[in-house]
């Protein structure tokens, strides 16, 4: 039997999978496009079905990759906000769309 071959790897491929195929991501994208910089508390609030610790998890993938950037005041109290790059805005208007049109009467739902 000929051994498998493995699938070659796209050199953007990881920055595609953290983006699309992890929970919570492109919402977060969406999130950010929609209300501008935020602060960490206020977008778990805005994902209640995400926990915070994946929140957490997704802003510092997003932010390992360029498209957030996360600043933090040198007031007190000290405050971090998250926004999006340009190339992060880009990205989030793709996800709106994706996320209109998933939502829209033109996809069919699939039944159980």
Known sequence: MPKKQRRQRREDEPHVQKVFYRWGTAEILVLLRSVGPTRFTDIVRQLPNVSEQVVSSRLADLQQIRMIDRV????????TTYSLTPIGMELAEVADGLKAIA????VPSIAA
């Open 103 to 106: 939502s829209s009467d033109r």
């Open 72 to 79: 933090v005041s040198q007031d007190r109290p000290i405050v």
